[in-house]
């Protein structure tokens, strides 16, 4: 880092806005020295707290592999990512993690769970990481189960779920930890309609009545549907941004 | 929680964990049986070597060791038996001998024969030779009758009542020669014994070789096999000035012991083609689960937990495997062992003609000893340490997004 750069980087640091993600010129080349294939071309995104947002685009448009930069779990080829002014691009990886536990949730396209542990364990879970006491975490696990519609579902393991359930006990377990934004790659692609619906009903209402932030990656119409806003993707590059 | 979740993850794959657990089971229960039923063997052979032939400690003449004739001999009587077992408490038995090499004869044929002048009531102790008559009885001292083996009495054409004429040399060249009734024929297990020792009495052995008052050599064997080395010591020091010489078996028996060593190296060299082998079934089993749970991995570093720890909880689940099955094959070892010790292996048809040629017994001993179980236990233990280490190294090194990816 040059001087100027530590001066940059301070000015942004004073400039930023709390709970924002930001990406800088952000580009993903994959295989760069056999075929290369370029995910992502340039991106620069900002991403606020209370967002109900998608990023819409055809398969192999670079959706996923946008959401992994923002989460942290990969790495870009260029440009960086920002959350709330911290540079997340080159943290050391087990301060990523901390920063990961603290800011960012995640819910993936399926299987998200652990598969020995009930719904309840796996809520509790993440908060246990956090090292947060066990009265507020048995509380905080119980509420968010209740909140997602599966009272009755407290110790039922993942195998004895549906889909629909897998993917609501991964949205509370992704909201358990309180973080700033929601990451969920393609969270409806493998649920039937109606508990589509259902999960996506439960996502807005924390949205609207808590101001959860969610940034999903889908190309189901239901889900670019409810989204506030919607980011076209198409062949790594943003084609578009629209706010509604 | 952490606890709770390895172990919930040793028993969700049921199959798989009782898998890895009956192959380390396996594993260890053969190695026990290979090492107890070798070390079984061995223990036998050096038995028969120091029962019949050498004894544990041995008291000779100082040149007798070089040259091993009767012209080396000690001056012995009973006093010198009491004398020997006041210098150590812990000596079991004295055993006075006068050892040669004659020609045995019956009607038609002749052979050589090992010629051991006995003291019965000694003798009986250290090897129960009585117990292995076969026909007759056994001579009483100075009645001037032998007991000989089976094998050299049919090879002789003789059987109990018949005579037996032993040619050879006495004490300073002298002939030796001397008429015998049989009074009874040994069997032993061993063809070397069995085919070449003919037992008379002290006594009569003495006026045959003309060496009245002397024997050969006296064999001492001790209480307890540990404590074989501490009395040759005393002996060493409380005889130092009578020209004897004190040796041990291990001294005595030099190529036995070789061989033995030889032999226990070849087994180290097929324990370990077995433990590869035992080795990558265990691994494939751990690779396989590693791969299968890569996801979940993926999923927990993903949502915050700390590579370490992760490897630390896999690093339980398998070592919590591995323990299970060397305690279990400890249990089974223990059970199958001590089967075969109370019940030894009898060997029958082709293989026990072609073990006999080998110069082994019919039946296999087992030894059970607490350090077979100690170094076959811990071989085995590291090695599934090394092998369960492998899931550990792939959490460690792992792409986050890499389960997802395939
Ligand atoms: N690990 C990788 N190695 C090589 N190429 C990759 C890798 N991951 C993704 N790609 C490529 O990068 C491009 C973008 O992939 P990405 O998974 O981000 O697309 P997507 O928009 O999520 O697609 P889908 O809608 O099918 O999930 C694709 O062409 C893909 O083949
Ligand atoms: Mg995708």
């Known amino acids: ?244 | 929680m952490y606890l709770k979740l390895a172990w919930r993850n040793i028993w969700r794959n049921k199959r798989r964990t009782l898998i890895t657990v009956s192959s380390i089971m396996f594993a260890v229960v053969c190695a026990l049986f290979i090492e107890s039923l070798e070390r079984g063997g061995h223990n036998q052979m050096i038995n028969n070597m120091t029962n019949f032939h050498t004894g544990h400690i041995q008291i000779q003449d100082e040149r007798y060791e070089e040259e091993p004739s009767l012209d080396n001999s000690i001056e012995y009587d009973s006093s010198f038996s009491e004398r020997i077992l006041e210098i150590d408490d812990r000596i079991y038995n004295v055993v006075p001998r006068i050892e040669s090499f004659m020609l045995a004869a019956g009607e038609e044929q002749s052979r050589p024969a090992m010629v051991l002048g006995i003291d019965p009531e000694a003798e009986n102790r250290l090897n129960e030779l009585k117990n292995r008559i076969v026909a007759g009885r056994f001579f009483e001292p100075g009645d001037g009758s032998v007991v000989m083996g089976e094998g050299l009495a049919s090879r002789l054409n003789v059987a109990v009542g018949d005579s037996l004429v032993l040619l050879g040399q006495g004490r300073f060249g002298m002939t030796a020669s001397g008429i015998y009734e049989i009074s009874g024929l040994f069997r032993h297990p061993l063809r070397e014994f069995n085919n070449q020792i003919v037992y008379l009495s002290i006594p009569d052995a003495q006026w045959l070789f003309s060496m009245e008052g002397m024997i050969t050599n006296i064999l001492i064997t001790p209480d307890q096999l540990k404590y074989n080395d501490p009395i040759a010591e005393n002996l060493e020091r409380a005889l130092s000035d009578e020209n004897l010489n004190i040796l041990t078996w291990n001294e005595m028996i030099p190529e036995l012991i070789d061989a033995i060593e030889f032999d226990r190296m070849s087994t180290r060299v097929f324990m370990g083609i077995l433990y590869v082998v035992i080795g990558f079934g265990i691994f494939g089993t751990i690779l396989m689960m590693t791969l299968e749970r890569l996801r979940e991995f993926g999923i927990l570093l993903s949502v915050g937990m700390y590579r370490w720890k992760l490897a630390v909880i896999v690093f339980i689940e398998t070592f919590f495997i591995s323990i299970l099955g060397i305690i279990s094959g400890f249990a089974l070892g223990l059970v199958v062992l001590s089967y075969f010790y109370f019940n030894p292996i009898q060997l029958t048809g082709d293989m026990l003609e072609m073990l006999e040629e080998m110069g082994f017994e019919p039946t296999l001993p087992m030894a059970i000893a607490p350090d077979i179980f100690m170094w076959q236990g811990s071989v085995i233990f590291v090695m599934s340490i090394i092998i369960c280490l492998y899931p550990t190294v792939k959490i460690a090194t792992m792409d986050i997004l890499e389960a997802s990816r395939s």
């Open chain 1, 1 to 244: 880092m040059s001087e100027s750069d530590v001066i940059d980087y301070e000015i942004e640091n004073n400039e930023a806005k709390m709970g924002i993600i930001s990406t800088k010129n952000l580009s993903k080349i994959y295989n760069p020295d056999t075929i290369p294939v370029h995910a992502l071309r340039n991106v620069n995104l900002d991403f606020e707290v209370g967002e109900f947002t998608t990023v819409k685009g055809p398969s192999g448009s670079g959706k996923t592999t946008l959401l992994n930069m923002i989460g942290g779990l990969d790495k870009p080829t260029e440009g960086s990512v920002e959350i709330d002014g911290i540079q997340i691009t080159g943290m050391k990886e087990s301060k990523l993690i901390d920063f990961r536990l603290q800011n960012i949730g995640f819910v993936f396209q399926s299987y998200n769970l652990i598969p020995v542990f009930t719904a309840y364990e796996n809520v509790s879970f993440i908060m246990l990481l956090q090292k947060r006491p066990k009265k507020e975490m048995e509380m905080r696990a119980k509420e968010l189960l209740e909140a997602v519609g599966l009272k009755d579902k407290y110790h039922s393991r993942p195998k004895e779920l549906s889909g629909g359930e897998q993917q609501r006990v991964a949205v509370a377990r992704a909201l358990a930890s309180q973080p700033k934004f929601i990451l969920a790659d393609e969270p409806t692609a493998n649920l039937d309609t109606k508990s589509a619906m259902n999960l996506l009903d439960m996502m807005e209402k924390m949205n609207r009545e808590e101001n959860v932030t969610f940034i999903f990656s889908s190309h189901d119409q239901r889900v670019i549907d409810r989204a506030k806003r919607v980011i076209t993707m198409v062949d790594g590059a943003i084609e578009s941004d629209e706010t509604r």
